[in-house]
């Protein structure tokens, strides 16, 4: 990864007194900015009251992890394999932009790598400079994030270093995490379920200014107590996993597991199947784990998921060939899951999209649902309608997580009923190679990134509780990535 330091050229001159969205006036730059993070890091590590960060000038600039405009079509014509977010990640210093009145700005003290910013990385489906210039055209804080870099990363916990004049709930040196759910509140098409509104957007993947990164600039109402028994990069991993996979399978906006239910969760040791897991087990559920190593099925074994089918050892060919698939190892997958509970499932976890949709459709239940959010292996998907229509199953589309769900799943992490499931922890500069790890499938659980925090275990703030959640619960992922 690369760690140019320029400033992208276009950034300059777009000051606050201009008249155009841009930087934030008369904040100091180059060492002079150093200095101030380096003062800001200090007074987080210190404990310090938040009039105490609020007297810390902000600098004028930051480095963030950025991909470029001017590269979008570096990997055009390559398979999706091939293609190397090492190579298209950046880290790079970037103006702030200016505050608009209902935002925050972030100290990152750590943020997590999600799927999502690998498809940034690899251009794939699309470029996200496009999400960024559609959001550039809707309005004069909107034309902020058009600009020729992107700064990736849609989770974080940090510390609020400044407030927009219309914020009410937050205030300088609240610690917290951050959602990704970017929605226009002054959008009524936002306020029954705010993943309904027109303008709902993923922050740091449809904006720009996300969380890996020194800083980054988020609403208001992205914003979430950090779980205080929680290091820094236990805390940063959470948001946008495990939202997700609380609103597919606990919120009544999709599966609304209930107790007793059987649940078959396709990567149920990656980022999203972690928590599905442990939702399945909190709830009263069985759920029937698929991965794809002995290792990973040990790690799941040792959370308490008793049923794990390890689908490389299986070998299970649901494609024939490219066109036509096979309903024996359709039919082959559900007598494994029998063989295990006795009977079939009554929701599927689905993310991997094409290449398992078919056979998730027929070894649902009769009545069952299958819910969606994903389709890492293609999104052109097929599967025998004979078997929905007939068998009276359903299909859900879920996507993150409103602020309520966000904020009900970021409890039970507060809480302790839900564990954090991170499994490696990168520096910032590595942000490229720990987006290679996820986009190559070789990690588990969550990978965690140090941002602001100069290295592991700090932001723990109740030892107590910590203790009393156990050590061996919160670290299980970690313990077992190490
Ligand atoms: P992840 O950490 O990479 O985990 C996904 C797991 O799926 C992998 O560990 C792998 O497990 C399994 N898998 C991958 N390809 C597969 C295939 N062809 N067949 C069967 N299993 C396969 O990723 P994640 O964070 O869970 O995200 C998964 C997908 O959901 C991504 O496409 C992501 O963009 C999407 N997502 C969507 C939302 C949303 O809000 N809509 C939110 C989060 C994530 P094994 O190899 O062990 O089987």
């Given at each position: 990864m690369s760690r140019a330091r320029t400033v992208p050229a276009g950034n300059h001159g777009h000051r606050m007194d201009s008249g155009h969205p841009g930087r934030m006036a008369s904040a100091p730059s180059g060492p002079v900015a150093c200095r101030l993070m380096q003062q800001i890091i200090d007074a987080i590590l210190q404990g310090a009251p938040g009039e105490e960060l609020a007297a810390i000038a902000l600098p004028e600039s930051y480095k963030a992890t950025v991909v470029l405009a001017s590269e979008q079509t570096m990997f055009d014509g390559m398979e999706s394999e091939d293609k190397d977010p090492r190579q298209a990640l950046h880290l790079q210093e970037i103006a702030m932009p200016e505050l608009a009145p209902d935002e925050a700005v972030i100290a990152v003290m750590a943020s997590s790598i999600n799927f999502n910013t690998v498809w940034s990385s690899i251009f794939e489906p699309v470029s996200t400079f496009g999400f960024l210039k559609r959001l550039g055209k809707e309005s004069y804080w909107g034309a902020r994030h058009d600009q020729p870099f992107h700064a990736v990363g849609s989770d974080a916990s940090g510390v609020v270093l400044r407030v927009g004049s219309?914020?009410?709930k937050w205030k300088v040196g609240d610690k917290v995490v951050v959602h990704c759910n970017h929605v226009d509140d002054q959008d009524p098409s936002s306020h029954n379920d705010s993943m309904l509104g027109d303008n709902q957007r993923i922050w740091g993947f449809e904006t720009n200014y996300g969380g890996l990164a020194e800083l980054s600039v988020v609403k208001a109402n992205q914003l979430m107590p950090k779980p205080?028994?929680?290091s820094w990069e236990e805390a940063s991993v959470n948001a946008l996993c495990n939202s997700t996979s609380y609103r597919m399978?606990?919120?009544?906006?999709?599966?609304?597991m209930k107790q007793g239910d059987a649940v078959l969760v396709w990567g149920a040791s990656g980022g999203l199947g972690g928590y599905a897991v442990q939702y399945i087990l909190n709830g009263g559920g069985t759920p029937v784990g698929v991965v794809s190593s002995p290792e990973k099925v040990g790690l799941l074994n040792d959370l308490g998921v008793e049923h794990v089918i390890d689908r490389r050892a299986s070998n299970y060919k649901f494609w024939a060939d490219e066109h036509t698939q096979d309903e024996t190892e359709w039919r082959r997958l559900g007598k494994d899951i029998r063989s295990m509970i006795g009977r079939d499932v009554d929701i599927v976890f689905e993310h991997p999209g094409r290449q398992t949709f078919g056979a998730s459709v027929f070894v649902a239940a009769r009545g069952g649902t299958i819910v969606t959010?994903?389709?890492?292996?293609?999104?052109m998907i097929e599967y025998d309608n004979r078997h929905l229509w007939m068998k009276l199953k359903n299909i859900i589309s879920s996507h993150f997580a409103n602020y309520a769900e966000a904020w009900a799943a970021n409890q039970l992490i507060c809480e302790g009923k839900i564990q954090p499931i991170l499994s490696a922890v990168y520096p910032l500069e590595q942000t490229g190679e720990a987006a290679y790890q996820v986009h190559k499938n070789l990690h588990e659980g969550k990978i965690g990134v140090l941002c602001l925090a100069p290295s592991e275990g700090l932001g723990i703030d109740d030892p107590e509780f910590r203790a009393k959640v156990g050590e061996d619960r919160i670290t299980a992922f970690r313990r077992h990535g190490a």
């Open positions: 219309a914020v009410r205080a028994h929680l399978l606990v919120s009544r906006n999709a599966a609304q959010c994903a389709a890492t292996s293609g999104f």
